[in-house]
């Protein structure tokens, strides 16, 4: 356990004092601003006029949904980023012969591995909190939806993390994990989209149950649903659990 | 402690090692020697449970190395042929890392950092960036890596590659200070290295061992033949006819105008040999006895087996 740690907090400092990640966040930063400011004063405008209409609106679905739906996009394409140094570098270094060589397991370096990203992409996270936290200061509204909405995204970046690591673990270059992770990432999300194709309603309700897309939806609308999480759970571990062979495997060559 | 047992290790088709055995006693230091390819970090990293063999078994400790790796890995030190280290941090927190890693208990942990650093004389450099160090430096930190935790058996592959003399001999001095407590596996080219520091040195050449010997034995073994060079004015070939008769020489070998006698070493033979040279009238012009010194042993081993492959490596 403490040797999986100790993989976790170097790898979280090392990845979190990068260049990379301050150039990310920032840009992170920036493109929520605008787009969240945005949304806001357009969702004050909209709601007056429908407030001398007698009706009200949501400030869930109509800002924040689709705040953290622009931040699972920037994820999609952050994260590949945060994962591609984790295991390929290690292998170009030839710093992977000392954790290959400590009296540790593959797991506790995939886990650790793991973790190091998912602390690292928290920030990330914490920093998207910070809008619609800022915004409670002066709108009431319920908190239930917003919570299960983060939770959703949390477990739907260790699906990204996860897979990441994955494409890390197969590659000594960090180019090639990037981008492999990058289209891995994305097929995943286009399973679902089989969906809408499909005239066999079992079929189609399949789709429906495999697509990643269709899980968040249920976070997002505020339903904590068992099954939805169950199902990322076990995509983040089918990943983990795939990496973790890879580096077990790598003494077989 | 150690006991390896018909060793193979194919790389694709290309065979590595090939059904290597040998055993390595407790508080030995043994030292690997042979070319370059020889198969000498493949044997070490196959031995630290780093990869598998293709076949064979390493024990160490009883232990079987593919079904214990943990426990195995807990006794064994290792420092690879490029130093293991990350670039972005420091000295003094890269060995924390690798004590956390090695699973040293918390309570010791600065204690024990702190002595691999004082073996390894880096307490200058122990709060600055790996990456900025010289090579030196930075096979030193690799050096207080496998040396964290106290290990019983230590695993140095080419320790000294990039030292200076001076720390050449710093390295000489903390192996002769870890010789009785540490089981030791050194691989070098440096053949004074061996002399200094092993009790018994291992020569690999093309993947097979032949030579395994303490030095005094392998000296002796060797001893009971000697090299003569003689340098002749004309007529080669008609000396070596007439030197191949003498009881004794075993291989001639003609370079130019000279005569590689290998013979066994006896005073009538070498007499012989010289009187033999001198009737067949192809002017002596040098006769020269060249002693068995191990770099000598080690270019014979070695080559020896080159050429009966085919001379292809
Ligand atoms: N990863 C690899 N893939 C393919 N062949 C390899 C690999 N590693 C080593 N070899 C081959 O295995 C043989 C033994 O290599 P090894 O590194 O064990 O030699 P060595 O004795 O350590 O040599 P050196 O003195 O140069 O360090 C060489 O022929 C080498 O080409
Ligand atoms: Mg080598």
């Not at chain 1, 992770?181 to 005239?199: K, R």
Request: hydrophobic content about 45%.
């Amino acid at each position: 356990m403490r040797a999986m740690f100790a993989i976790a907090w170097k790898d979280f400092r090392s990845l979190v004092s990068s260049p990379i990640f301050f150039v990310i966040s920032g840009l992170f930063c920036c493109l929520l601003s605008f787009t969240y400011i945005r949304q806001i004063f357009d969702f004050a405008r909209r709601s007056m006029v429908l407030a001398h209409q007698g009706q009200g609106v949501n400030i869930h679905m109509s800002v924040f949904a689709s705040h953290l739906s622009l931040v699972n996009l920037i994820l999609l394409l952050a994260i590949p980023v945060f994962t591609m140094r984790a295991l390929a570098e290690e292998k170009k270094m030839r710093t992977y012969d000392l954790l290959l060589t400590s009296p540790i397991t593959a797991t506790q370096i995939s886990f650790g591995k793991f973790l190091a990203v998912f602390m690292s992409g928290m920030v990330l996270l914490l920093i998207a909190a910070i809008y619609p936290l800022g915004t409670a200061l002066f709108a009431d509204f319920s908190w239930g939806p917003l919570i299960s909405s983060f939770i959703g995204l949390a477990l739907l970046m260790g699906i990204y993390i996860a897979i990441g690591l994955f494409a890390s673990s197969v590659t000594s270059s960090v180019i090639l994990a990037a981008f492999l992770g990058m289209v891995l990432i994305l097929s995943f999300w286009f399973i679902g989209q089989g969906a809408g194709f499909s005239d066999d309603p079992v079929l189609s309700a399949f789709f429906e149950h495999v697509s990643v897309g269709q899980q968040f939806v249920s976070f997002l609308q505020g339903t904590l649903k068992l099954t939805a999480v169950v199902y990322m759970l076990s995509a983040i571990a089918l990943f983990v659990f795939l990496t973790q062979r890879v580096v077990e495997s790598s003494r077989w060559r | 402690m150690i006991e390896v047992k018909n060793l193979t290790k194919n790389y694709g088709d290309r065979k590595a090692i090939d059904t290597l055995s040998f055993k390595v006693s407790k508080g030995e230091v043994v030292g690997f020697l042979g070319p370059n390819g020889a198969g000498k970090s493949t044997t070490m990293k196959i031995i630290t449970g780093y990869m598998a063999p293709t076949s064979g078994s390493v024990e160490v400790d009883g232990l079987d190395v593919f079904e214990d790796p943990v426990e195995v890995k807990r006794k064994i030190g290792y420092l690879p042929e490029i130093p293991p280290v990350y670039g972005d941090m420091r000295v003094i927190d890269f060995l924390k890392f690798c004590s956390r890693l090695k699973g040293v208990p918390g309570k010791t942990m600065n204690s024990a950092v702190a002595s691999a650093i004082e073996k390894t004389s880096l307490q200058d450099v122990q709060k600055r960036m790996i990456q900025n160090l010289s090579k030196g430096y930075k096979q030193r930190v690799g050096l207080a890596q496998a040396l964290i935790g106290d290990p019983e058996i230590l695993i140095l592959d080419e320790p000294t590659v990039g030292l200076d003399p001076t720390q050449v001999v710093e390295m000489r001095k903390l192996i002769s200070s870890l010789r009785g407590n540490h089981t030791i596996i050194l691989s070098t080219h440096i053949l004074p290295e061996v002399q200094a520091n092993c009790d018994r040195i291992i020569i690999i050449n093309n993947g097979s061992i032949v030579a395994s010997e303490t030095l005094a034995d392998l000296a002796q073994s060797q001893s009971g033949t000697c090299r003569i060079g003689v340098q002749v004015a004309r007529d080669v070939e008609k000396a070596k006819s007439k030197v191949s008769l003498v009881e004794g020489v075993k291989h001639i070998l003609i370079n130019g105008m000279r005569l590689d006698i290998e013979m066994s070493h006896s005073s009538e033979g070498i007499e012989a040999v010289a009187t033999q040279i001198v009737e067949s009238g192809s002017g002596l012009l040098e006769f020269r006895i060249e002693s068995s010194n191990l770099e000598e042993i080690f270019i014979k081993l070695t080559s020896e087996k080159e050429t009966s492959m085919g001379g292809v490596q």
